[in-house]
């Protein structure tokens, strides 16, 4: 393990099994998360110290606010929603009930408020997963199909470019993106990893267009500048960070979720905040996470 970056702070004592998918709700100044696989809902409101949490009946990938209030869910096995004030959970589809080795990953919303979310072989074996796109409608649509394990999701700025991992291939992969018609085209490659710096895992695209990925078993989070080039790596006291998020007053503040489902006791010992909650404040600022439309 390379040195600890001072710039990272011990943020909150989460714990989490497999802590993944943070959201930043500004108009609360919360940070929402899940654990995939207590599994639950979390959030935690800095300022005050608050935390909730709501329990679900199968593993969450991810989540999303609504506008109209509530979560919108990635669970094990379909998309559902969340009631948060009475902790009810409505299921709304399986978009792939043929394939039960998968379980729903990484998702988000785009700037247009359709919410995205992948799925994975549990086992990270077999290319079974898919990317799907929930519109306001409730209707998904298979986007991608082919894919391991179906992680990290961002938008450039401008709303041109989408940005998405499947992290058994060890690169970050960018689309052209129709915001209009939430339509993606022409995959390349926009960075890779490499084998020794872990796997990329959840991600995000600040206000300058640069990616922030989380490098599960790297103790790393990069920062790619806007032409795929390494601006900036941080080093973080635990091996398996899985996903940022920019938070804060003035959302510059970037918040990463762990793990430490999977580590062995030597790695623990090395690594004790292991499923913690770590802050780093930046010189940039977020776009904001937003809201699903549905
Ligand atoms: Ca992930």
């Not at 109209?68 to 009810?88: I, N, P, R, Y």
């Not at 041109?160 to 018609?181: K, P, Q, S």
């Not at 939430?182 to 926009?190: C, H, K, M, S, V």
């Not at 990329?200 to 790393?220: F, I, K, M, N, Q």
């Amino acid at each position: 393990m390379e040195k600890q970056d001072p710039a990272v702070e011990f943020a909150f004592d989460a714990d989490d099994l497999l802590g993944e998918g943070p959201v930043w709700s500004a108009t609360e100044q919360a940070l929402y998360w899940v654990d995939i696989k207590y599994p639950r809902v979390r959030r935690w409101t800095p300022a005050t110290g608050e935390q909730a949490a709501w329990s679900v009946p199968e593993e969450i990938g991810s989540m999303a606010l609504r506008v109209q209030g509530g979560m919108v869910l990635a669970l094990q096995h379909g998309f559902a929603t969340l009631d948060l004030e009475d902790g009810t959970v409505t299921t709304l589809h399986d978009p792939e009930p043929d394939q039960a080795g998968n379980r729903f990953n990484d998702g988000k919303c785009d700037a247009q408020g359709r919410f995205w979310a992948g799925t994975m072989d549990e086992e990270e074996k077999v290319a079974s997963g898919s990317l799907y796109r929930l519109d306001a409608d409730l209707e998904s649509q298979r986007i991608v199909e082919g894919v391991i394990c179906s992680n990290g999701l961002g938008w450039s700025p401008d709303g041109g470019l989408m940005y998405y991992t499947d992290t058994r291939t060890h690169r970050i992969d960018v689309f052209d993106f129709d915001a209009a018609t939430g339509d993606i085209a022409n995959r390349r490659t926009f960075a890779e990893i490499p084998a020794d710096h872990g796997v990329p895992d959840g991600l995000t695209v600040d206000a300058e267009g640069a990616l922030w990925v989380a490098c599960w078993g790297g103790w790393r989070v990069i920062r790619f500048a806007p032409d795929g080039l390494v601006d900036r790596e941080v080093m973080m006291p635990v091996p398996q960070p899985t996903s940022c998020t920019f938070g804060g007053p003035s959302l510059s503040r970037l918040y990463v979720t762990s793990a430490k489902v999977g580590l062995d006791q030597a790695v623990l010992e090395r690594a004790p905040k292991s499923g913690c909650i770590f802050a780093i404040d930046t010189e940039t600022r977020g776009q904001g996470d937003h809201h699903f439309a549905g």
